[in-house]
């Protein structure tokens, strides 16, 4: 029950014809239908009652103060909520960031099939209709050395399309150490769960040798399947089954030999000294019958799963309605040909793809980078803030590279006048949000993740964020 305050409070909230002349409205209502302004006026005006009637005696609130809640909700509605954001966090494959920042060949080829009409599925030559998988399967096999090749929508859609096809109600051996959950939302037994498939673990968390997978093998084995270990590295005393040994037991019991890489590298990254993934065309040629891997970690392009191997075991899936399902649109095929084009050429590939480009950044190159972040944002923000540079770390992310640190030099921040997790908080609301590292008393800011042309636009959210 309401009490008497309550009551009255509740009574005396204006009606919503009466915030509907405010002056804070009326720009609303000459730009937007009514219904719209309404809403928020109603919305607001709901929670406030709910308010009153779970705070007690809350104070009276003003109808000026209503109608300006109510023209914040509307200025929310319209203004875009997916936008870019300074990733400054080092972190190259963030995925709450996004993961791969495409190269301005990708984006304008997507831009390109978007203000138009494309040859999505239809052969020119012959002008008749055409597969979409056509776009990238000859250069996803001139990369990798593969037989064929296709795309679904992402990494785990391509691991749920062979399970499933390939493996309902049959068994696949995998090995214990290689059980991974990825972010929470990837785990290699639930996805076998929903695909029909029935899991074999063999072996121990860090022990896996060839026999393990031999005893298991029975008159239902459908496949033997490795699976990259994303986010996490098992040290010390361990052993993994050698690609080649698994694709010789594969071929004298007639089963599929699939993994999935998580992070398919076609630049080879431990050439310049960064991890020990072996390339695609090295899994295949290792005689790996069918892989997957994402389009938006390594790779560098857009958010995609792309399958590669035997042609047998990629007609199989092509033909299966779950393609269907699963299938791209041209945004993403017009990005990820693009991407691959790149890799043509790897100098290219480093220069044009930006996940290439920021792994591969120097430490000194970055100290410099670092020192010029710093002076931007001190000319704007002066004494407002302390800054140093300091080295430090920069992770791949995204579960590529687990345990690969690539040295770095980050500008430190400590404001003078308010809070750390205020100075951060604020610097997610500005115009374009900065997202940096925050550590125990200052906000790390590293440069490997932003382009020199985003430093002016960092010192400027800084200069917002300390003002208002
Ligand atoms: C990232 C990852 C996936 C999931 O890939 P998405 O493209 O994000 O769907 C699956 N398996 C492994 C080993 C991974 O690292």
Not at 84 to 113: K, Y
Not at 199 to 213: A, F, P, Q, S
Request: aromatic letters at 4%; charged letters at 25%; one cysteine or more.
């Amino acid at each position: 029950m309401p009490t008497k305050q309550q009551r009255e409070a509740l009574r005396r909230l204006p009606a919503v014809h009466e915030l509907l002349e405010r002056p804070e409205l009326a720009p609303w209502l000459e730009r937007l239908p009514r219904k719209w302004v309404t809403g928020a006026v109603s919305d607001v005006l709901a929670m406030c009652r709910r308010e009153i009637l779970e705070n007690g005696n809350s104070g009276q609130p003003s109808p000026d103060s209503l109608a300006v809640r109510a023209a914040e909700s509307l200025l929310h509605l319209t203004q875009p909520r997916l936008k870019p954001v300074l990733n400054a966090t080092g972190i190259v494959l963030h995925t709450n960031l996004g993961r791969a920042v495409l190269s301005r060949a990708a984006a304008d080829a997507v831009s390109r099939v978007a203000l138009s009409a494309c040859n999505l599925e239809y052969r020119l030559e012959e002008g008749v209709r055409g597969s979409r998988h056509d776009h990238v399967e000859t250069l996803l096999c001139q990369l990798t050395g593969a037989e064929a090749a296709m795309v679904v929508n992402n990494n785990a859609a391509a691991v749920f399309h062979v399970l499933r096809t390939l493996a309902r109600n049959r068994e696949v051996i995998v090995s214990r150490g290689q059980l991974v959950e990825i972010g929470g939302s990837f785990r290699v037994s639930e996805i076998m769960g929903e695909s029909g498939a029935r899991l074999v673990e063999v072996g121990t968390t860090n022990k896996t040798r060839i026999r393990d997978y031999e005893q298991a093998v029975t008159a239902d084995t459908a496949v033997l399947m490795k699976v990259h270990t994303s986010n996490f590295r098992i040290l010390g005393f361990t052993q993994e089954t050698s690609r080649e040994e698994m694709a010789g037991l594969a071929r004298r019991h007639d089963l599929l030999f699939f993994e999935d890489l998580g992070s398919g590298i076609l630049y080879d990254l431990k050439r310049h000294g960064i991890g020990d993934e072996p390339t695609v065309r090295e899994c295949v040629e290792a005689g790996v019958d069918l892989l997957s891997f994402s389009g938006d970690k390594l790779l560098g392009g857009p958010q995609a799963g792309i399958l590669v191997g035997r042609k047998e075991w990629i007609d199989r899936l092509k033909k299966h309605q779950l393609t269907r399902s699963l299938r791209v649109d041209k945004f993403t095929l017009a990005a990820l040909e693009a991407t691959l084009r790149h890799y043509l050429d790897p100098e290219e590939a480093a220069r044009e793809i930006p996940t290439l480009r920021q792994i591969l950044k120097q430490p000194d190159h970055l100290r410099e980078a670092a020192s010029r972040l710093e002076e931007a944002i001190r000319r704007h923000s002066g004494e407002a803030l302390e800054t140093e540079i300091v080295p430090s770390h920069s992770e791949v992310g995204g579960g590529s590279l687990p345990g690969v640190e690539l040295p770095t030099h980050c500008v430190a921040v400590f404001p003078r006048n308010l809070s750390l997790s205020r100075l951060d908080r604020k610097l997610r609301q500005v115009t374009v949000p900065v997202i940096g590292r925050v550590s125990t008393d200052r906000l790390f800011l590293d440069p490997r993740t932003l382009e020199e042309p985003d430093f002016p636009r960092v010192a400027e959210s800084f200069r917002e964020a300390l003002q208002g």
